[in-house]
């Protein structure tokens, strides 16, 4: 049992600007003598009170504006949380944070109330990852997935998996136990069903995952072709009524650009080369530094070609500059040539027309499928690498238990791997289990004898 949290906190929550409202939260076992002292009301629970927030020092007025008390442990932070809502000036929220530190409040650290609801088991790990993916999601289909992940839909999916890992594990175990018929035990089919259940529920669950993965990443794409290839064009077309987002690069030339997309849901991220050069200028380094950095992280590298022109000698140049990534090359403009639209990629290359649109439905399927996103991703939740990687070392050790049981018929080191497994799963829950399935097992595994 972790300590309860003596220490009430504090923070400005949002500040939308100054013309909207502004919100300072407050958790902890003072927050309500905190904002009495502040502002001298007590609070009903859930209910919107109209006050004046007083400086300590004078009683002169601060702000008016709106208390609302969510009483622990139902509340956010599962404690004792006061929403003070004042304008939404940024110097006013300032001072209504320090008028409150001065009651006798902390300055939260970021993520603390989010890290408080989890210390007391209000949420658990993945939630509360979710919580910030949720705020970070750059499309409405990746906020989509992590509200589910939000409201649980990736935890149950891990929690169903461990405790049908736990029912194998507490099986093998109970075997061990009993080595006059641990041969017979172990030579179960059952147990091989089991194991092989477990293993396709996993590796659904890391396709799952994989695709919450990149909804939440997006796809990096590095846009490449000559001034008026057609590459803004195709990149609005691409992001059809949510058009391109496009923003410079901090520190570089007006013409090294960063777009987001969303495509369908799917963010993608690209950056148009077309001003990357060498600069003497440091600032301009550090921008071009930067700008690499992400190239070379990137997934795919769009070739856009004016295909009344065709190939040049200058867009050779730039590909052989380039990482060795996945390439495809688009040839646009077919509009004007008369050629037809490609309804599939081949040789890694599509025509199609950014004016008419025609061909751009192949491209966008072929963007998705990079990503890994099946067509319609059903119910799809948030996912982060760490969750990838905890699946992919459960997905190990399971291959190792299966090895040590069918194999070597070596129950204990079967029983070992799946210990380890079922820690890997719980590592994305946070859910810390000190070994107690010893008492799982004689709780409720009846032997009969
Ligand atoms: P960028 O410099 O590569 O970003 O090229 P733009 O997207 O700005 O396009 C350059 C010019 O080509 C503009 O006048 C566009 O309207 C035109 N353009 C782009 N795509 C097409 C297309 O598919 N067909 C035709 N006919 N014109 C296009």
């Known amino acids: 049992m972790t300590e309860p949290l003596t220490e009430t906190i504090c923070a400005v929550a949002t500040a939308s600007g100054r013309a909207g409202v502004g919100v300072v939260r407050l958790s902890g076992p003072r927050a309500l003598e905190i904002i009495h002292r502040l502002t001298g009301i007590r609070p009903v629970p859930r209910h919107a009170h109209y006050v004046t927030l007083k400086r300590a020092v004078d009683a002169s007025v601060l702000d008016d504006g709106i ?9 956010y ?16 929220l300032d001072e209504a944070v320090s008028e409150m530190t001065r009651a006798g409040a902390t300055t939260a650290r970021p993520g603390e109330f989010t890290e408080r609801a989890f210390l007391n088991g209000r949420m658990d790990l993945a939630q509360a990852e979710a919580v910030a993916d949720l705020i970070e ?32 594990r507490m099986y093998i175990e109970a075997a061990l136990d009993f080595p006059e018929e641990e041969i017979d035990f172990l030579s179960d089919t059952r147990l091989r069903d089991q194991l092989a259940d477990l293993r396709a529920e996993l590796d659904d669950l890391l396709s799952r995952t994989g695709e919450g993965v990149r909804l939440r990443e997006g796809l990096q794409l590095v846009i490449v072709g000559r001034p008026n290839a057609g590459k803004s064009s195709l990149l609005n077309e691409l992001a059809g009524e949510s058009r391109a987002i496009v923003t410079e690069i901090a520190g570089t030339t007006r013409d090294v650009l960063r777009a987001e997309i969303d495509l369908d849901g799917l963010p993608v991220h690209v950056i148009d080369t077309a001003g990357l050069r060498e600069s003497d200028d440091p600032i301009e380094q550090e921008g071009i530094r930067r700008a690499w950095a992400e190239i070379e992280r990137s997934d795919l590298i769009l070739l856009v070609i004016d295909a009344t022109q065709g190939h040049s000698a200058e867009d050779e140049a730039t590909l052989a500059s380039l990482p060795d990534k996945p390439r495809l090359t688009v040839l646009n403009k077919i509009d004007l040539t008369g050629e037809p639209a490609s309804s599939r990629v081949e040789a890694d290359t599509l025509r199609l027309s950014a004016r008419t649109g025609a061909g751009v439905a192949t491209l966008r399927h ?7 996103l099946s067509e319609r991703t059903e119910d799809p939740f948030i996912a982060r690498r760490r969750h990838l990687e905890a699946l992919e070392s459960s997905r190990q050790d399971l291959e190792e238990a299966a090895r040590s049981l069918i194999d070597l018929g070596a129950g204990e080191l079967a029983a070992e791997s799946l210990r380890r497994a079922q820690a890997a799963m719980e590592a994305i829950t946070g859910r810390y289990t000190a070994d107690d399935l010893l008492g799982e097992i004689f709780g409720s595994f009846c032997i009969g004898k």
């Open 67 to 75: 208390v609302l008390y969510f009483p622990g442990p139902h509340s």
């Open 77 to 92: 932070t599962g404690e004792d949380v006061i929403e003070w809502q004042g304008h939404g000036n940024p110097v006013l």
């Open 137 to 168: 999601a750059g499309s409405s289909q990746a906020a989509n997935a992590a509200r589910r992940s939000l409201t649980g839909a990736f935890s149950r999916r891990v929690d169903a998996f461990v405790e049908h890992l736990i029912h194998l």
């Open 366 to 372: 072929e963007l998705r499928q990079l990503a890994g």
